[in-house]
């Protein structure tokens, strides 16, 4: 099981966006969806797909949080035509960010926003295609713009088998934003390939729980380790969800959750459900006797 998966939230479109997503990318599959319900956003369903062979969820959960360009894909294609083909289906009903193009950084490179709002970055990879085709991508803006830096080597410093690669960091006069320093970090957080640069530009968005990791968690000792480490917003901590220090939203869960939504019985998920609504961070143990029913 992968360590960390990206969760997207939508209002009403999870299932719809992730066929969307599903129909664009070879090695890519619907896996399942289940509803939570009752909770404070009414009836949830939760959506778990694969695209390129890589672990996404989203959740259909009202309209209270959107996309923006603080998190997005960074997609690796092997060919223009490949760039140009997902670019397109990406932009009917988007809009374009950076125009499919030749840039210096790349020889063919877009920055999109689909109908529903999420980024994507397609690139064309001079190397070939990567082990991990889609990369999620971290932009430092406003408050935590100058940031990057110390968020990655926080973040690799809490999680095992992770590494910081290239760092670029802008050149005088390349940034609008005094604030910017790294124009590109690669790193990897359990063996998941992510980037990360501070914004070049003064903006007025930053990290939301629109985008959030999940981080599964094997025990009450994980979840109490990275709820310690990650939790830096008090008032955002619900449910198992926490913000951090540079503002990006982490969910600190069991990683059987969603095999108690998927084979419990239905009064062994509405316990359950009842019990982790009023929880912030999960207590395994009460959760146990929740599903049980003592």
Known sequence: MQKIIPHLWYDKEAKEAALFYVSLFERSKLLGSDVIEDTPSGDAEIVHFELAGQPFEAISAGPYFKFNPSISLLVSLSSVEEVNAIGN??????????????????????WVQDR??????????DNGPHAQKITPNLLFSDKSCGKAEEAIRYYTDIFEDSKIGIISRYGEGEASSPKA??????FKLRGVDFSAMDNGFDVDFNF???????????DQKEIDYFWERLSAVPEAEQCGWVKDRFGVSWQIV??????????????????????????????????????LGI
Request: net charge negative.
């Open 116 to 125: 529903y709002g999420l980024s994507w970055q397609l690139m064309l990879s």
């Open 181 to 186: 320093k790294v124009n590109y970090v690669a």
């Open 208 to 218: 939301n729980e629109a985008f959030s990791l999940i981080v599964s968690c094997r």
């Open 254 to 291: 069991p990683e059987n959750m969603d095999e108690i939504f998927a084979n419990g019985s239905t009064e062994e998920i509405r316990r359950v459900t009842e019990a982790f609504l009023k929880m912030k961070k999960f207590d395994l143990a009460a959760l146990e006797k929740a599903r």
């Open 89 to 110: 289906a990406l932009l009917d009903g988007g809009s374009a960010l950076m125009l499919l193009g030749e840039y210096p950084f790349s020889k063919w490179y877009g």
